[in-house]
């Protein structure tokens, strides 16, 4: 997270998004003290690989091949 005076915000205003691309957060200040916060609307995240969302799932109690074989059955 970056702190910028309202100052040093007028004097880079043209590059203010390339400079929350870079640095995340921004906290602009006015006399020192904290005044509002600019964040980026879609923060710069990789998606995740195919592999570790398998990882995360939980094992199903049946197996799907049981559950489509049944709902062919019902159909």
């Given at each position: 997270?970056?702190?910028?005076?309202?100052?040093?915000?007028?004097?880079?205003?043209?590059?203010?998004?390339e400079i929350i691309e870079r640095?995340?957060d921004v906290v602009l200040t006015?006399?020192?003290?904290?005044?509002?916060?600019?964040?980026p609307l879609n923060p710069c995240?990789?998606?995740?690989?195919?592999?570790?969302?398998?990882?995360?799932?939980?094992?199903?109690?049946?197996?799907?091949?049981?559950?489509?074989?049944?709902?062919?059955?019902?159909?």
């Amino acid at each position: 997270m970056r702190t910028m005076s309202i100052r040093e915000l007028r004097g880079s205003l043209s590059s203010i998004g390339e400079i929350i691309e870079r640095d995340g957060d921004v906290v602009l200040t006015r006399h020192g003290r904290p005044l509002v916060r600019l964040v980026p609307l879609n923060p710069c995240r990789s998606a995740p690989s195919h592999a570790d969302l398998r990882a995360g799932m939980p094992y199903m109690a049946v197996p799907s091949e049981d559950l489509v074989r049944a709902d062919r059955e019902r159909g």
